[in-house]
């Protein structure tokens, strides 16, 4: 079998993985460990302000999800943007009707970034809760990663309504890169996704 051919001719034709998108970056942060420890390393590496220590005191003592909303909504930097997911994995049952409820309505890049972190490494499986309430979501980029999250926690029960979320991006957002995030899940539920390590051999 071909490493696309579960993929419709109108998908397997076009440019499929693209090293730049939004999408790629996310899988790559979360499945390359190469990736992943260069992005510690520079987290560690980075020059901090006064400011960085003082959120960094104030991620550690959140406490309600309002709090927590206000927070992932910042454009944080390095080590804050990871401890932020640390004290959110932490608090999972707590923030996670909010984080539900929020995404939803969310045209805030980093809030939705956060939410896609979160979703990613969470305890409970988010699979039943996308595939419940993804037609609620009203940003195409927030629907586009909510898919990629279908690739981590999902399975081939998902495949038919990403390739058709695919076809869709293509069609109404040509000029972005929305599809790559049912794409790349895609290639994660059939097994093929270490193949974007090198994108020459897809």
Known sequence: MKKNDFLPKELSEINLVRPTSAAYITWMLHCDHEAMALRDKYAAEREETEIDYQDREIIKRLNNPEDFFKWMRKP??????????D?????????????????????????????????????????????????????????????????????????????????????????????????????????????MRDLDAI
């Not at 009203?138 to 990629?148: D, T």
């Open 87 to 195: 004290v959110m994995l932490n608090r999972e049952d707590e923030i996670t009707p909010m984080v539900r409820d929020k995404i939803q309505t969310s045209w805030i890049d980093d809030f939705v970034e956060c939410v896609i972190d979160f979703f990613i490494e969470c305890n409970n499986d988010p699979s039943p809760w996308i595939r419940e309430n993804y037609d609620n979501v009203r940003n195409p980029y927030a629907q586009s990663e909510l898919c990629l999250v279908l690739g981590f926690r999902g399975g081939e029960e998902d495949s038919a309504f990403l390739v058709n979320e695919a076809k869709r991006f293509v069609a109404e957002y040509p000029e972005n890169d929305y599809e790559q995030g049912p794409i790349i899940a895609l290639y994660m539920i059939h097994g093929y996704d270490h193949y």
């Open 76 to 85: 944080l930097r390095g080590k804050n943007k990871f401890l932020l997911r």
